[in-house]
């Protein structure tokens, strides 16, 4: 999960076709990220930027200056912080308490993977339970007939409406963002939605036709060690990736001066949602949104984490 993805893997031909010389900007962009990458392992902590929430309501509902103001900062700082609805965020809310449910109240890791499935490959995508460096990883997605990948409200209780209810709500989200922060470079010549993996592409009954898009489901273990790396530095091979606020803060994002925590943004609370700029975001935007070198810090009361990874759409 650590390991650096070459972007190439994820570009379709429709969007190879956008750039001229798309494979040389590519190594461009691949060598300008690993530069980052270096720095970051040698950097420390640095102070937040000013204070600012974004309103997911203000997005939705078109609002020219919200959205502005959250591409230009997203494009400075390389992620920005979403204030959800309180209909979504009681969503989120029940979301936790199912990641709860299995990480936390769970104990048996046998027992995990045999509800969840060995993590392995599956039409070629990652699927299933794992346990990696003792932090546990569900890779959680959506089939062609619509449902969860792998199902568990055979043993949780309405597991997978709540996480595909959550789930709609940071791909909506995401796609507003990515249109918003895309449609000014393209001045209309494309339709972005059409490059995304959304979930609402795929058309088929076949349960094995499995989304690119992979809700991360994850429980970083409790430790005492002070400064301590849960995972290190990398960034996602995706548009964007979208971090709902855990409870226990650890999200650190690269600033070019040092390392940065959003989730202690004064103001943020457990539903909000940071949103983190991805390798392919940068390429397509030629580098007004640089992808975010980020990495997760240890806690000493665990983290639960539930990225949404949103990528392209491949037909």
């Not at 979930?199 to 992979?214: G, M, N």
Request: contains cysteine.
């Amino acid at each position: 999960l650590t390991t650096f993805v070459p972007i190439i893997a994820l570009l379709t031909l429709s969007v190879l076709s956008l750039h001229q010389s798309s494979l040389s900007l590519i190594r461009s962009h691949k060598s300008s990220l690993q530069e980052r990458i270096r720095l970051a392992t040698e950097s420390k902590l640095a102070e937040l930027p000013k204070k600012r929430i974004f309103s997911h309501e203000l997005i939705k509902n078109g609002d020219p200056s919200e959205k502005q103001e959250l591409c230009e900062f997203l494009s400075e700082h390389h992620y920005a912080i979403v204030r959800l609805s309180d209909a979504e965020r009681k969503v989120l809310d029940k979301m936790w308490s199912k990641l709860d449910e299995f990480f936390r109240q769970r104990t048996s890791l046998p027992e995990k993977e045999s509800i969840a499935g060995k993590m392995n490959h599956f039409e070629g995508k990652v699927l299933g339970f794992a346990v990696l460096d003792g932090n546990e990883f569900l890779e959680s997605r959506i089939s062609g007939k619509g449902g969860l990948v792998p199902s568990l409200s055979d043993f949780i209780t309405d597991f997978d409406e709540t996480l595909l209810s959550s789930r709609k709500i940071l791909m909506e989200l995401s796609g507003e963002i990515i249109n918003a922060a895309m449609a000014p470079l393209f001045n209309g010549s494309i339709d972005v939605t059409e490059l995304i993996d959304d979930d609402e592409k795929i058309d088929s009954e076949d349960e094995k036709v499995l989304s690119e898009s992979v809700h991360r489901l994850c429980y970083y273990a409790p430790t005492t060690e002070k400064n301590g790396i849960s995972f290190g530095a990398h960034t996602d091979t995706t548009w964007l990736t979208l971090v709902p606020c855990s409870s226990s803060p650890g999200l650190e994002v690269f600033s070019g001066q040092g390392w940065i925590c959003p989730e202690k943004c004064p103001g943020a609370c457990s539903s909000d949602v940071v949103v983190i700029a991805g390798e392919l975001l940068q390429v397509l935007s030629d580098g007004k949104y640089s992808a975010a070198v980020h990495q997760v810090a240890c806690h000493q009361n665990g983290r639960l984490s539930a990225p949404l990874l949103v990528r392209a759409w491949q037909e």
